[in-house]
Nanobody
Framework: QVQLVESGGGLVQAGGSLRLSCAAS????????IGWFRQAPGKERQFVAT????????VYADSVKGRFTISRDIAKNTVYLQMDSLKPEDTAVYSC?????????????????WGRGTQVTVSS
């Protein structure tokens, strides 16, 4: 079992920045990677970014490329999502999840353990 806890969400003006954290505990030695997803009210969950645990390979959704940066701290079992140049359309609940292995990493089916999420609200 792996437990994931997100933090760092909040209210920010357009153009501002936030840094989200995803702290992992439990059987973290078995982690292939960690991904971030977001879900806005009335919309489907959307892939944001993923990082592999061993070699820090990263993949981003086109909508956040160049604005968001995902990173990981192995010693702290924590993954970060630095979000810059935020836009109102970035408003959503952001959740992290454990990536099970290689494959279509943008798909939620590739993730098994999920955190509860943290709210990010960007005002215009």
């Amino acid at each position: 079992q792996v437990q994931l806890v997100e933090s760092g969400g909040g209210l920010v003006q357009a153009g501002g920045s936030l840094r989200l954290s995803c702290a992992a505990s439990g059987r973290t030695f078995s982690m292939y990677g960690i991904g971030w997803f977001r879900q806005a009210p009335g919309k489907e969950r959307q892939f944001v970014a993923t990082i592999t645990w061993s070699d820090a390979n990263t993949v981003y959704a086109d909508s956040v490329k160049g604005r968001f940066t995902i990173s990981r701290d192995i010693a702290k079992n924590t993954v970060y999502l630095q979000m810059d140049s935020l836009k109102p359309e970035d408003t959503a609940v952001y959740s992290c999840a454990r990536l099970k292995g290689s494959g279509v990493i943008e798909s939620t089916f590739m993730y098994d353990y999920w955190g509860r999420g943290t709210q990010v609200t960007v005002s215009s």
